[in-house]
């Protein structure tokens, strides 16, 4: 199956959950486990949070999600024009965090390389931030 | 996300419900903060039975009231977590630190 979609919304944190609907939905058009479902959730909730609270820090800015299905991968790419990462292999390494809030968890980024396949993070700063991950899905159907 | 919070002696019960992720987290932890320091808490039960989601900003909230009660010499219990829930408190590592029933 080869399909896609692209949706751009603006930087609000009510859209997070609108974004994981969204992804899951279109996800679900695959023979997809729960449990896949839900990792592809999970990771896109991180990355458009990401893009919210770390990209715009709070300003108003449009994030983008690309969904695209090739055979039984998914692939979700999200991107921002906010204000870039300075290093992103720090900014990768679990438990790091550089908000203000000092209960955020600093595991956005574990999350999203556990519960997908790849990850790849590219950014520059002051020019914003493209996550693009992965996820072949429906293994346990073909049998 | 509804959360409904039950006191019981000096031990909190709050009962979620919904999805929690970073545009929830910080209204439902103030809320839980404020009943704790109100009403002398030491101990904090979260109900997860109706949370069909979470993402790292629950992780976030969870690490910062298990920080809270356990500054009180309290206990915290986290019961009733779907396999979603579950599966990032594993990643976590908080499976560790806090009870779960």
């Known amino acids: 199956m080869e399909n896609y979609i692209k949706i751009e919304f603006p930087s609000k944190s009510c859209n997070e959950a609108f974004a994981r609907a969204a992804a899951g ?13 839900a990792d592809i959730k999970t990771s896109v909730s991180e990355a458009v949070t990401n893009a919210i609270i770390h990209g715009y820090s709070g300003m108003r800015g449009i994030v983008e999600m690309r ?16 204000c870039g990462i300075a290093d992103v292999p720090l900014a990768m390494q679990p438990l790091y965090s550089d ?15 556990s ?6 993070v590219e950014s520059e700063v002051g020019v914003g931030t493209t996550v693009t991950m992965t996820k072949k899905v429906g293994a346990s159907f073909e049998n | 996300m509804e959360m409904t919070l039950e006191r019981v002696g000096t031990t909190l019960v709050a009962k979620l419900d919904g999805e929690l992720d970073q545009s929830c987290a910080a209204e439902i932890r ?33 690490i ?8 009180r010499g309290g206990k915290m219990l986290i019961i009733r977590t779907s396999p979603q829930v579950d599966k990032i408190i594993e990643l976590s590592g908080l499976k560790g630190l806090i009870e779960f029933g």
């Open chain 2, 30 to 62: 103030e809320k839980i903060d404020k009943e704790i320091n109100m009403h002398s808490i030491i101990n904090l039960v979260m109900d997860f039975d109706r949370v069909d989601f979470m993402d790292s900003s629950g992780i976030g909230m969870l």
């Open chain 1, 115 to 120: 519960f997908m396949d790849t990850l790849k």
């Open chain 1, 25 to 37: 939905a279109f996800a679900a058009q695959l023979d997809i486990t729960v449990e896949e479902l």
């Open chain 1, 99 to 113: 908000s203000k809030d000092d209960e955020r968890s600093g595991m956005g980024f574990t999350v999203m390389q």
């Open chain 2, 64 to 71: 910062g009231r298990y920080k809270l009660i356990k500054a």
């Open chain 1, 67 to 82: 969904c695209k299905i090739s055979g039984q991968t998914v692939e979700i790419v999200v991107s921002d024009k906010g």
